[in-house]
Every structure is written in structure tokens, then in C-alpha cells.
């Protein structure tokens, strides 16, 4: 998760290449999940749906992997990138939230033994009443687990039947979300809603891995992602407010969105005459996941500090004045923090994240397609 999609990321230790495209659509989506919690603006999320596109490239570097050490070593090691920078965003708010009256909290009162989810996110990680920023974000973190540890499990029936592999999460969300499938309400629905809205999101990265995307024309994608982004569109136009706002037609738009994103592979050379551009790309790919854990609790912090010297909150003063201070905030809690994500990818630790030269990536053979 640490490292670009596609698995083409290119260290001192291996050969593989990076792909500037995945590295860029990454860094987009890291950088539009911080605007979003930062002018909290409903339609940046339809411009770009991060999180699809996140778990679209996800998918990608996971079949990869697999398709190269096999599941156990797979689950492994994407185990161990993702979960030290979480484990460091703990070190600081579990203490914090105890000493803030966790344990005397009547609305989220304190379970000991759900500190665990800490440690491995099976489900959301607890916080008191107080501590809410810690742990808002981090519902990414617990579905990608879950994706993680089924993956091997995907990719035996991804490698059987691709098209119906393809198309089953996304049938499952919809039966989710009438009332044919009651969907529980508690830490089991939580992981079955966002393993059904978000997998053909992830299957679609098994796709572009296996280059089985690259056999449907270019238009035949273009046009599947507008069928189904204007069926997203009038089935949310239907319940009354936000369109998007509806999960089944945020789950067909992003999607879509991730399909003809995942489809395209331009070379993206014209980087190369921007190289501060292209450092500023390949840094936000090594500090992914601090970035993701750590911008909430800044950008709450940086609220908090802007109202006590006078701005008022939920103007657009406020906003403009949360992205200039949160910014440079954000910043420095990962250059703190950061280095971890080199320990937990097995890279030399640095500040400042090293940049390697980025590569023509491998042409990968495709998969026999199936109904």
C-alpha cells in the first residue's frame, strides 16, 4: 500500500520498474482525500472518487504479488507495510485519548480489549468521544485488511472466471443495499458494504494487472463507465439530495470512474520536464498511509487552533485558512512519522523519501476471459 500500483516500483534492492501513471493517480487521490477533509466541497468526491481509485491500485500490487510469491507471502508483506504507520498513529492517540477521559466516556466508553483493533483492524479502531478525528479515516484501512487477507481467495476464482469475478461484489452491493439482503448493522455489515461496494473496484486492479483490460476497447470502457455513472446519477436524483450521497450510486460511479481510469496506460513522460513535480509524486506514493492516518487528526488540530485565535468556524475563511495551515501541518507530521513506512517496506529510513528514476513498465500476459 506503501508503494505504487501495479507493483512496478523500482528500489535499490529490485528491478522492478515504477509506473508513473499508477504513481500519479495515487498521489492525486491521496491529494483530493485532503481537500475533501479540508474544504469538506460534496462534488470533489464525483470529480474523483479517491477511494475507488485507491482500492482500483490496491488490487493491482496485490495480484501482482501474488501472481509472483504466492498468498501467504503476499498477505505477509502487505501486512507489514500497511500496518506500522497505523500502529504509530496509535502510540500517540491511545495515550492521548486516555488522558482526555477515555475511560470515565459514557458515549464511547472504553473496551479494553477492543484496543486490539488497533493492532489489527478487523473492524474500525475504537476512540473516546474526544479522540473521533484518530479513527475517522481509518474504515480504509480496516476494508483494505479484509481485501488483503480474501485476496488469495479472489484471485483463484479471478484466474477461473475473470468477467463474473468481475461483476459479483458489485451485484452484491446492490443486493446489500435492497431489501432482498438484510445488511447488519454493526462491525459484520461494516466489512461486508465496503468489501461488496469497493471490490469490483479492487477486481478491476486484477484486471489491469493481467492485462485483461487492455483487450476491451477503449470505448466499450468509456461507454460501460457512463451507463454506469448515469445510472448511479438517476438512482441518487431519486432519493432526494446529493445525488452521490446515495451508497449505491456513489459505489456505480466510482466504479465507472475506476474502470476507464485503470484502462488507460499513458507514459506520462512529459513529467520528466518537471522534476520537482515528479519527486513531489513519488514522495506522496512512499508516505501513502501516513499521509491518509495523519491528515484528519492534523486538520482537526489546525481547526482547533484557527478558532482559538479568532476565525470563525464553517466560513470560507476557515476553510482556505485550514488548507494553508494544514498543509504545512500535515507536512511535518510526516516527516516525523514518515520513516516508518521505509521500515515497514524494508527501504533505508530517510526524512525525506528517495526517488528513483521511473521505467517502461513489463508487459504482463493476459488471462483467458470467461463468462
Known sequence: MNRSGDEQALDPKTTRPRSRYVDTLRAVAITRVFLHHTLWISWLAVLFPSMFVMFGLAGAMTAASLERKGPAPT??????????PLWALAAVAIPLMLINGWQHDPTNPLRWQDLLYWVLPLANPPASSWGGAFTLALWYIRAYIWFVLLSPIFWWFFQRWPVKTL??????????????VPLPVNRVG??????ASYGTAWMLGFARHTRLLDRVPIWVCAASAAVLGVVGYVWGAGQGGFPFADPIAETLWGTGFVLLALRARPTLAWLDRF????????AFNARAITIYVWQL????????LLQYAGVTPLTTEMKIASLLVGAPLTALAVLAVGWIEDIAARRRPALVPAVPAPRAAPTAQPVAASA
Open 190 to 195: 461494516d466489512v461486508m458494504w465496503s468489501t
Open 167 to 180: 461483476i459479483a461484489p458489485l451485484t452484491g452491493a446492490v443486493l446489500l443495499y435492497s431489501p432482498l
Open 75 to 84: 498477505v505477509r508483506s502487505r501486512l507489514r507495510r500497511t500496518l506500522p
Open 297 to 304: 487528526p492534523v486538520l482537526f488540530l489546525t481547526g482547533a
Open 275 to 282: 522534476p520537482r513535480l515528479a519527486r513531489l509524486v513519488s
